[in-house]
């Protein structure tokens, strides 16, 4: 698997989400991580990307996975 360039809290701020909801997805999707400044596989990067963009928040519905 290959690596992008890309860290948790980069991620978070190219799709203008908190670092918390970019770690909540990772914890949601099984991809494992360090902290904010964790480069990811270009697999996991996509699956949380794929995430963020099919899940716009209403404003009755908070921005962070629900388990």
Known sequence: MGFV???IADLAADYGVSVETV???CDRLGIRYSGPQT???L???KAI???LT???P???QPD???S
């Open 5 to 7: 360039d890309i860290a």
């Open 23 to 25: 770690c909540a997805w």
């Open 39 to 41: 480069r990811l596989p």
């Open 43 to 45: 697999e996991d990067a």
């Open 49 to 51: 990307i794929l995430a």
């Open 54 to 56: 099919n899940s716009v």
């Open 58 to 60: 209403t404003k009755d």
């Open 64 to 66: 962070t996975p629900q």
